[in-house]
């Protein structure tokens, strides 16, 4: 492993240290000290003077000062992230001194303001120079009224992320066309060595305070985030009272069909005892028999029916002092389906694939356990001005996939992924200037990632692979006169995988069966991003950006179809992308409207082929485009209309003459890349104690290629994608302050309809319907 872009990290701390403290004098002089309501000093407050057009910030001891001020009287106006706005009246003289003390309250109202992903810190999302979709925890409530699935869940809420299964895996559902890194609490969950596509849904949404997507590629949490990334943040206990909890209830079920009942019961407890937080909570599920909007029984197949899931989940908080806190989590997720029915394979384009009565081979699929735990430490203020966060995580994933006959004598696979790490992050807020503020993030991040996948039988399929990563990385933000806020980083990736000697498995066609001699791989690169954003008006808030991600291409995919007989001769170059893009945001009078548009290049992709009725990866370079836009508006109040656009298309430059409109060109096939989708809703809070959602979407069509010659059928990814639209319906009714009646409605219209997954599969095995009109009725107390 390579110790230069150690020593630059070394370098580069040592460079970012506050240095400047500054002040003026004249005639008439304002001078102030800024403090939270617990009397601690905030530095790098904004202080400005609207008469007189100036603008000033705190020091780093909450201090500031104007000077040369024609006597008179003034308003002056102070602000910092996380606060509420504040105004005072000051009067000045001729040759005197106003002094003032400011006390800002901390801002509760709206929490979406401030995010903490892009960065790895908190920031205004108006000074933020990329696209970012915030969930609140009353967004994930309202969704959730529907469908408990996150990928469901998400699906709905964020432009960009293709559309939900409705089965236990994501695959296909990429963001901007690319894979997408998941994350709870910063602790990754996707398994980039060998994608197992379980990664969104690893957690209930009952234990999710907000869901932050960064979109486009980033190397600010590594490996794997080509397109963005999924930040799950999780609640905390801090209640305002001692001991309080909140228990719900509730029936799931199709409205046709026999033997579609379940239930689900979720119970949490929280509050706060001194220096002490906590919360626990506990959930279970029982699904029963999906059947479409015929009546049909769902295809067994990766289905959501006839499912048991888990999720328990603590997080206990500690504040050692008013600057220190130490917080521990642990969250377990499992879902398993037991179902009493086998695929029948529809014909594709004509009839569905079904679920018959039957008994299924093998073990029960889906996820046996997901663990993951979190010990944090936070420091403000521990060297200077400098805050301090440091963490070390575990997560242990174990998931069983269904019978293929794909392999000599059939079986079923398992991926079993471990991942230990540490992060360590530093940032060191300073001014060049009164008119320059500067923050400075930097920090060394350790992963030691193990991921295999064999049959559960004991066959090796993916033999495992240890990958140790270090990246080092620095993370600059600059704040110009308070509007402008320029942000520029670097990441050193430095990763080693370390594979044994292994041999192939054996399919069904007698292919495999290779003796391969491990070794190890070795990766070194680094990666940049910048980006600017311009706050000063409402009505125009723009951004331009550009970002870098690296990621290991998936190895496993490599190693399971390896011809060679040494590592070294496999194709397993990383994947660098570079992301371009541009956007704003407006606000006026009451409508809300984003959009960007963006175009992402990489020298090398992974467009996923079908060959001899194996999947390969086609390594060629690749250019993904598209945008979006967003709005929102209350017409009146207690009424809010609203929705979202989002189109994406990619090509691959076959013959990679830096061009992708020849011949040979090809377009991305639908499992990276989705269909058009529309959403749109209407929310009413207007009666007293009840609020109404219902909701839109509309997934449009893809219709690139054509049938292959030889067999007459359409390979993996390139089926066509008819338009299909759905409405669903939320109502929550709160009967005092302490119980509540939620009931949601999926597909409202009960509409015959094939996912897109189903649709671009292109095969009779895999052409299931989606969900007929569901019902989900939950009552709820809390205490």
């Given at each position: 492993m390579k110790l230069k872009p150690l020593l630059l990290f070394a370098a580069l701390s040592v460079f970012f240290l506050p240095w400047n403290l500054f002040a003026q004098s004249g005639k008439g002089t304002i001078t102030g000290t800024v403090t939270d309501s617990l009397n601690q000093n905030l530095p790098f407050s904004n202080i400005s003077i609207k008469k007189l057009g100036l603008k000033t910030s705190s020091d780093k001891n909450g201090k500031f000062i104007f000077g040369g001020i024609p006597a008179g009287n003034y308003t002056l106006t102070i602000s910092i992230t996380g606060y509420e706005k504040q105004q005072k009246e000051v009067s000045v003289s001729a040759a005197g001194t106003t002094d003032l003390q400011v006390i800002l309250k901390e801002q509760h109202a709206d929490l979406s303001e401030v995010i903490v992903s892009a960065s790895r810190r908190a920031e205004s999302l108006s000074q933020t120079p990329s696209s970012v979709t915030i969930l609140t925890a009353k967004d994930i409530s309202t969704q959730s009224i529907i469908s408990p699935n996150l990928a469901n869940i998400l699906s709905y809420s964020v432009p960009g992320l293709g559309m939900a299964t409705n089965q236990t895996g994501n695959s296909g559902q990429t963001l901007r066309g690319r894979n997408v890194l998941v994350l709870i609490d910063g602790i990754p969950q996707s398994t980039p060595l060998r994608a197992g596509g379980r990664d969104i849904r690893s957690i209930d949404p009952s234990v999710i305070e907000r869901v932050e997507v960064i979109k486009g590629a980033t190397a600010?949490?590594?490996?794997?985030?080509?397109?963005?990334?999924?930040?799950?943040?999780?609640?905390?206990?801090?209640?305002?009272?001692?001991?309080?909890?909140?228990?719900?209830?509730?029936?799931?079920?199709?409205?046709?069909?026999?033997?579609?009942?379940?239930?689900?019961?979720?119970?949490?407890?929280?509050?706060?005892?001194?220096?002490?937080?906590?919360?626990?909570?506990?959930?279970?599920?029982?699904?029963?028999?999906?059947?479409?909007?015929?009546?049909?029984?769902?295809?067994?197949?990766?289905?959501?029916?006839?499912?048991?899931?888990?999720?328990?989940?603590?997080?206990?908080?500690?504040?050692?002092?008013?600057?220190?806190?130490?917080?521990?989590?642990?969250?377990?997720?499992?879902?398993?389906?037991?179902?009493?029915?086998?695929?029948?394979?529809?014909?594709?384009?004509?009839?569905?694939?079904?679920?018959?009565?039957?008994?299924?081979?093998?073990?029960?699929?889906?996820?046996?356990?997901?663990?993951?735990?979190?010990?944090?430490?936070?420091?403000?203020?521990?060297?200077?001005?400098?805050?301090?966060?440091?963490?070390?995580?575990?997560?242990?994933?174990?998931?069983?996939?269904?019978?293929?006959?794909?392999?000599?004598?059939?079986?079923?696979?398992?991926?079993?992924?471990?991942?230990?790490?540490?992060?360590?992050?530093?940032?060191?807020?300073?001014?060049?200037?009164?008119?320059?503020?500067?923050?400075?993030?930097?920090?060394?991040?350790?992963?030691?990632?193990?991921?295999?996948?064999?049959?559960?039988?004991?066959?090796?399929?993916?033999?495992?692979?240890?990958?140790?990563?270090?990246?080092?990385?620095?993370?600059?933000?600059?704040?110009?006169?308070?509007?402008?806020?320029?942000?520029?980083?670097?990441?050193?990736?430095?990763?080693?995988?370390?594979?044994?000697?292994?041999?192939?498995?054996?399919?069904?066609?007698?292919?495999?069966?290779?003796?391969?001699?491990?070794?190890?791989?070795?990766?070194?690169?680094?990666?940049?991003?910048?980006?600017?954003?311009?706050?000063?008006?409402?009505?125009?808030?723009?951004?331009?950006?550009?970002?870098?991600?690296?990621?290991?291409?998936?190895?496993?995919?490599v190693l399971r179809v390896a011809t060679s007989n040494t590592l070294a001769q496999l194709e397993t170059k990383p994947i660098i992308v570079n992301n371009y893009e541009a956007g704003f945001s407006s606000t006026i009078e009451k409508l809300n409207f984003s959009a960007a548009y963006y175009i992402s290049t990489s020298k090398l992709g992974a467009n996923l082929l079908e060959v001899d009725g194996r999947y390969i990866s086609q390594r060629i370079p690749e250019r993904v485009y598209g945008f979006e836009i967003q709005a929102d508006y209350p017409i009146i109040e207690g009424l809010l209309i609203g929705g979202n656009y989002a189109k994406v298309e990619g090509k691959g430059d076959v013959d990679d003459d830096g061009k992708f409109d020849g011949s040979t060109d090809v377009y991305l096939n639908s499992t990276r890349i989705p269909p058009s989708k529309t959403t749109a809703y209407i929310r009413y809070s207007g009666l007293k104690n009840l609020s109404v959602d219902l909701n839109w979407m509309r997934v449009g069509n893809r219709d690139r290629f054509k049938r292959n010659e030889k067999t007459g059928v359409y390979l993996i990814g390139e089926g066509p994608v008819k338009s299909y639209d759905l409405f669903n319906f939320a109502a929550a009714y709160k009967v005092n302050e302490a119980l509540r009646l939620n009931l949601g409605i999926e597909n409202v219209l009960n509409k015959t309809y094939y996912p897109s997954i189903s649709q671009f599969y292109g095969s009779g095995l895999n052409y299931a319907r989606g969900n007929g009109r569901r019902f989900n009725l939950a009552v709820g107390y809390a205490f």
């Open positions: 600010i949490y590594g490996n794997g985030a080509e397109g963005g990334l999924i930040n799950y943040i999780t609640k905390k206990g801090n209640a305002g009272k001692t001991f309080g909890g909140y228990s719900q209830i509730g029936l799931t079920g199709n409205t046709k069909g026999d033997s579609t009942i379940g239930y689900r019961a979720t119970q949490q407890f929280y509050g706060k005892l001194k220096k002490f937080d906590y919360l626990v909570s506990g959930m279970y599920e029982k699904t029963g028999v999906s059947r479409d909007a015929e009546g049909l029984v769902i295809s067994p197949e990766y289905g959501l029916g006839e499912t048991k899931s888990y999720n328990g989940f603590v997080k206990l908080g500690y504040d050692i002092s008013e600057k220190q806190r130490l917080d521990l989590m642990y969250n377990y997720f499992s879902s398993r389906q037991d179902s009493r029915y086998v695929n029948k394979a529809g014909v594709y384009q004509v009839s569905p694939a079904i679920g018959v009565r039957g008994d299924r081979p093998g073990v029960d699929e889906g996820t046996r356990f997901n663990h993951n735990a979190n010990l944090q430490y936070t420091s403000k203020q521990i060297v200077g001005n400098t805050d301090l966060t440091a963490n070390v995580y575990y997560q242990d994933f174990y998931t069983i996939y269904s019978n293929s006959a794909s392999f000599a004598g059939g079986g079923q696979s398992a991926l079993l992924s471990t991942k230990k790490g540490a992060r360590l992050n530093l940032n060191t807020p300073f001014s060049l200037s009164p008119q320059v503020l500067m923050q400075v993030n930097y920090g060394l991040d350790l992963l030691n990632d193990k991921t295999a996948q064999n049959l559960v039988d004991g066959r090796t399929w993916v033999p495992k692979m240890n990958m140790l990563n270090v990246a080092p990385y620095v993370q600059a933000t600059a704040n110009i006169l308070t509007d402008l806020t320029i942000k520029a980083g670097l990441r050193s990736e430095n990763m080693n995988i370390k594979v044994g000697d292994f041999r192939t498995l054996l399919d069904a066609k007698g292919n495999g069966n290779v003796a391969v001699k491990g070794g190890t791989l070795n990766y070194n690169a680094f990666v940049f991003n910048a980006g600017a954003r311009y706050s000063a008006w409402k009505v125009f808030n723009p951004f331009v950006s550009y970002a870098q991600s690296f990621s290991v291409f998936e190895v496993g995919r």
